[in-house]
Nanobody
């Protein structure tokens, strides 16, 4: 069983900062790519940033220069540092991870967190 636990969401004023954390645990063999998605009210879920195990990153154009993704492979944890937050960043943020589990043989799964709410006031 794979667990994905997120934390760090909250309410901030425009221009402020937040740091999101996501830890993956369970009966796993390894964790591959990890990333963050978000979904604002009335909108589709979109990619915010992702990162490979080798350190390659990809960001949405709307967050480039403001958000930074990082990870600790030893802890199976990914972070999202969000600076210069804007009201349009308000959304539920979801952690995503590619996971290989070892229960009943090796299986590749796409794991998701429950989401953490980020609200940016003007």
């Amino acid at each position: 069983q794979v667990r994905v636990v997120e934390s760090g969401g909250g309410l901030v004023q425009a221009g402020g900062s937040l740091r999101l954390s996501c830890a993956v645990s369970g009966t796993i063999h390894s964790v591959g790519d990890m990333g963050w998605y978000r979904q604002a009210p009335g909108k589709e879920r979109e990619l915010v940033a992702n990162m490979t195990t080798g350190g390659s990153t990809n960001y949405a154009d709307s967050v480039k220069g403001r958000f930074t993704i990082s990870r600790n492979n030893a802890k199976n944890t990914v972070y999202l540092q969000m600076n210069s937050l804007k009201p349009e960043d308000t959304a539920s943020y979801y952690c995503n991870a590619d996971v290989v589990v070892i229960t009943l043989g090796y299986r590749h799964l796409e794991a998701w967190g429950q989401g953490t709410l980020v609200t940016v006031s003007s």
